[in-house]
């Protein structure tokens, strides 16, 4: 019987509050004496008693509800079944046209006949090994020699005719997935490897070789010249760089100049550099007569023209004195190898003339 | 001013643009035929050989590339390639010339003042 006060009507809105937050009974029961206590200080302790008794009550009624709920809950998850139950039967019961079934007729598959050369190794290997499992046994080799050749048939076959899906197989490869897919539940232990026993070995280089490779030919990758010019360039720029540390600052390049000498110094040398230039006197570049001297005639149109270059040779300080002897060379080359010519136009005195067989007179 | 040369670009040279490498071009055949053409222009620039000597002098210094000729080398701007009003001590033309100085990057250079 539900007290009527204004007290109470307070009290069981506290309640539904509280029990929504799921505080423990025990508590809301302490809470409620408090409660009672205070607001309820003018009525009986009878009344408030009774109270009591009545929220335990309730928690208890309350208590066997959820018990009861729980218990729904596993009945309905136990009845519930993994595999999904067809609502309809898959057969209709109805009579609906259905096509006729032709047999298709069966198309004569060409099998090409190949002259598949088998490599005389495999059947070398194919012979090995049927010797070792049982001697002189013609009927095996016989057999593994026609399954060598129905595989080189096969693998000829599918090479030369255009891959063609094969439905029935693809079917297959396809329901396998989907059963796949349907396995939910992921393993989180994963099954340990298979523990091996421990490999004994008693002597590792005392062993007989097995001899598997002796007469193995390996097959070395021809290095052709490969067409690819840039890469290959480019793959040696970039070994070089790894190599190499190029500046990466200014300070860092001044540097590297200084080093390699090619700052200027204070005070500033015009000679800066041409060490060897200013070890060689200037004799060498003047006086260039001796190089004349084997070769050129002491008189002439070809010695006056000799004397001109020397004296112009003589005259360039941007030369130097190897540069000067490779001019004079080449002139002394150069009238040699047109040495006909200056006979017919008289420029050379004739040879025929004068003992002397160089050009100097 | 230090990036005057754009080296991350996708280009195939890192000329300013083509006049200066043909000028480029024509500068590295100058040196190469540099000793041929001083001893044919010898021959031929001369009157003291004999006339065939000279015909063949003429002859040699045909069939040397024009591009070999120091006449045909133009001074351009190094950065603008600017064939016209290039400061030849720097090789600038003069508005990348007055930049570069006006930002103090050119030893000794200082504004006119008197």
């Known amino acids: 019987m539900f007290p009527t006060s204004m007290a109470t009507s307070i009290r069981n809105t506290k309640m539904l509050l509280r029990r929504a937050f799921s505080i423990k009974r025990n508590e809301i029961l302490a809470r409620n004496l408090c409660f009672t206590r205070t607001l309820n200080a003018n009525e009986d302790q009878d009344k408030s008693k009774k109270v009591v008794e009545e929220k335990k009550n309730k928690a208890e009624l309350k208590e066997a509800k959820q018990k009861e709920a729980k218990a729904k809950l596993n009945m309905l998850l136990e009845s519930m079944s993994k595999t999904t139950q067809k609502a309809y039967p898959s057969e209709s019961k109805l009579s609906l046209a259905t096509p006729k079934i032709r047999a298709k007729p069966a198309k004569p598959v060409k099998q090409p006949v190949f002259n598949t050369k088998i490599e005389p190794e495999m059947l070398q290997a194919v012979e090995d090994v049927s010797n070792m499992l049982s001697k002189e046994n013609e009927a095996l080799k016989n057999s593994l020699i026609a399954k060598l050749e129905d595989v080189a048939d096969e693998s000829e076959r599918a090479r030369l005719e255009p891959f063609k899906p094969n439905k029935q197989k693809t079917e297959d490869l396809n329901s396998l997935l989907n059963t796949l897919k349907v396995d939910g539940k992921k393993p989180k232990n994963k099954s340990p490897a298979p523990k091996l026993a421990p490999v004994k070995i008693e002597d590792m280089y005392g062993a007989q070789p097995s001899g598997i490779f002796s007469k193995a030919h390996f097959i070395e990758e021809s290095s052709a010249v490969s067409g690819l010019a840039t890469w290959d360039m480019l793959y040696e720029k970039e070994l070089e760089l790894a190599v190499t540390h190029p500046p990466a600052n200014g300070f860092q390049q001044m540097i590297q100049w200084t080093k390699q000498g090619k700052v200027w110094q204070f005070p500033i040398d015009n000679e800066q550099g041409l060490d060897e230039e200013a070890q060689i006197g200037f004799h060498e570049h003047v006086f260039l007569e001796p190089h004349l001297k084997p070769w050129c005639p002491r008189r002439g149109p070809v010695r006056h023209f000799m004397e001109l270059v020397v004296v112009g040779l003589s005259k360039n300080p941007y030369l130097t004195v190897e540069q000067k002897k490779e001019h004079i060379n080449w002139f002394r080359d150069f009238f040699e190898a047109k040495r006909s010519i200056l006979i017919d136009t008289g420029a050379i005195p004739d040879i025929t003339t004068k003992s002397s067989p160089s050009l100097s007179t | ?114």
């Open chain 2, 1 to 114: 001013m230090t990036n005057a040369v754009k080296l991350n670009q996708p280009v195939r040279n890192n000329w300013t643009d083509w006049r200066m490498m043909k000028d480029n071009r024509r500068r590295k055949l100058l040196v190469q035929y540099a000793p041929d053409r001083v001893r044919a222009k010898a021959l031929k620039k001369n009157d003291v050989l004999p006339a065939e000597i000279i015909e063949i002098g003429t002859k040699m210094l045909a069939e040397i590339p024009r591009d070999a000729s120091l006449t045909r080398v133009r001074n351009r701007c190094a950065i603008t390639s600017r064939p016209r009003g290039v400061v030849t001590r720097w090789r600038l033309s003069r508005i990348v010339w007055r930049s570069l100085a006006d930002y103090n990057k050119l030893s000794g250079v200082q504004r006119a003042m008197w």
